[in-house]
């Protein structure tokens, strides 16, 4: 089994920033693409951005300019600038993992609340 478990959400004001990390333990033989997706109250689960195994990242156009995502081996991290009342949302880490038997899964963390109001 693989857990992701993620850190670093809270309360902001408008134009503030945090710092999102997701830590992937677990049966990992190798993690390939990695993200963020977000889920506002309402509204259906939306991709913020990902990163390949090979560092290539992509992002939601709302987020362009203002989030940077990164990893480092079993770790990827959000980095969230200039955020704005519409970025309130629960954010999920996934990842895609193979395992020791060298079969692939996508996996979930439990989320985290970003909350951006004044």
């Known amino acids: 089994q693989v857990q992701l478990v993620e850190s670093g959400g809270g309360l902001v004001q408008p134009g503030g920033s945090l710092r999102l990390s997701c830590a992937a333990s677990?049966?990992?033989?190798?993690?390939?693409?990695m993200g963020w997706y977000r889920q506002a109250p309402g509204k259906q689960r939306e991709l913020v951005a990902t990163?390949?195994?090979?560092?290539s990242t992509n992002y939601a156009d709302s987020v362009k300019g203002r989030f940077t995502i990164s990893r480092d081996n079993t770790k990827v991290n959000l980095q969230m600038n200039n955020l704005k009342p519409e970025d309130t949302a629960v954010y999920y880490c996934?990842?895609?993992?193979?395992?020791?038997?060298?079969?692939?899964?996508?996996?979930w963390g439990q989320g985290t609340q970003v909350t951006v109001s004044s």
């Open positions: 996934n990842a895609e993992v193979q395992n020791r038997f060298l079969t692939r899964n996508n996996y």
């Open positions: 677990g049966n990992i033989f190798r993690i390939y693409d």
């Open positions: 990163i390949t195994r090979e560092g």
